[in-house]
């Protein structure tokens, strides 16, 4: 399948399907930066859902409802258990199965190991799929099913501090991808940044507190704000994390 895929031409179409016939629509999973672009033009309403199967989901699709009353989903959880006592697995293992199956990655929502288990929301139309060709991670044999609850992720949260010279994006790029300003800016320019889901391109700009900065190939961070000034007259600031579970526990 091809990962490419057109938001706002995609929703459109699908407002309009649901305008035309009176029937509820809904789009494939997006992730959050999908989801702020989608957001500008079809904000969250009475009549617009934004579902991702669980209260504070990652991935969610929107929905298009036919009537205020209409709380259509058909978003379901499958779930694996795993033994690991011989073989761990983890965030990345379970994701390289999956794609190695040639879905599109808006097929499936957000998913996650814990306590033994793996978490996978996708559709019920992609349930059944999953669950007939999704029976190996690693060298590990796993077994879906479908359950009734929406289990909710537990997010695990570090928060660390950081030396920079200001609160340019760059500099605070620098420090979070352990590179020097001059390739930050390197990156700022060939939109590997993106600060509240929306690429940047200008290094100099100024990051504003509770920002969320994703950095290609590094990760997520929340950039907190100033913390105190060094002697030396540089600044030290504060960001936090999520981290999976099983990182945690590593």
Request: proline letters at 2%; a negative charge.
């Amino acid at each position: 399948m091809n990962d490419s895929y057109d938001v706002l031409a995609r929703l459109s179409d699908l407002e309009r399907q649901s305008q035309r016939r009176y029937m509820h629509t809904e789009s494939a999973f997006l992730n959050e930066e999908e989801q702020a672009e989608a957001r500008r033009k079809f904000p969250e309403s009475s009549w617009i859902r934004y579902d991702g199967g669980y209260p504070g989901a990652e991935k969610k699709k929107v929905i298009f409802l036919q009537s205020e009353e209409d709380d259509f989903s058909d978003i379901v959880c499958i779930r694996a258990r795993t033994d690991q006592r011989f073989r761990t697995i983890g965030h990345r293992d379970v994701l390289g199965s999956i794609m190695a199956l040639q879905v599109d990655r808006h097929s499936f929502g957000d998913f996650w190991l814990e306590e033994g288990f793996i978490y996978l929301y996708t559709s019920s139309a992609m349930a059944a799929f999953f669950c007939d060709h999704l029976i190996r991670i690693s060298s590990l044999s796993v077994s879906f099913e479908v359950i009734e609850e929406h289990p909710v992720r537990k997010k695990v949260t570090r928060e660390f501090e950081g030396i920079v010279s200001s609160e340019r994006i760059d500099s605070l790029v620098a420090e979070l991808a352990h590179v020097s300003r001059t390739e930050a800016q390197r990156m700022i320019r060939h939109e590997k940044v993106m600060i509240n889901h929306r690429a940047l391109v200008d290094p100099s700009e100024l990051c504003d507190n509770d920002s969320t900065i994703s950095i290609r190939g590094t990760g997520r961070f929340k950039y907190l704000g100033v913390v105190r000034h060094t002697k030396k007259d540089r600044i030290v600031v504060r960001f936090s994390q999520e981290i999976q579970r099983e990182e945690q526990s590593r």
